[in-house]
């Protein structure tokens, strides 16, 4: 079983930056395709973006293609998510999540572990 734990959120102006990190231990990163997803008040969970196991594949939910990047680094079993040009509609709980598949997903059901969230807000 692996668990994760999500860091780099914070308060941030439009059009500024984040990285967030998603750090696993208990079990190697390398073995788990990742993905980000988010959750802003009143609203449910939504897709980000996702990598797979080997970080060949990712694929990006299209209001943020351009702007955010999702990465891995096996080594330092670790899972990071660029955000670029932020808007205030980004703002949410950020989550990073890990399935027992080589393929990536865009579904948040198919994914096996969690971590607890970290906060991003944008002001305006």
């Known amino acids: 079983q692996v668990q994760l734990v999500e860091s780099g959120g914070g308060l941030v102006q439009a059009g500024g930056s984040l990285r967030l990190s998603c750090a696993a231990s208990?079990?190697?990163?390398?073995?788990?395709?990742m993905g980000w997803f988010r959750q802003a008040p009143g609203k449910e969970r939504e897709f980000v973006a996702a990598?797979?196991?080997?970080?060949?594949?990712?694929s990006s939910e299209d209001s943020v293609k351009g702007r955010f990047t999702i990465s891995r680094d096996n080594g330092k079993n670790t899972l990071y998510l660029q955000m670029n040009s932020l808007k205030p509609e980004d703002t949410a709980v950020y989550y990073c999540?890990?399935?027992?598949?080589?393929?990536?997903?865009?579904?948040?059901?198919?994914?096996?572990?969690w971590g607890q969230g970290t906060q991003v807000t944008v002001s305006s």
């Open positions: 990598i797979s196991q080997g970080g060949g594949s990712t």
């Open positions: 208990g079990r190697t990163l390398s073995a788990y395709a």
């Open positions: 999540a890990a399935r027992r598949r080589v393929s990536l997903s865009r579904i948040a059901s198919e994914y096996d572990y």
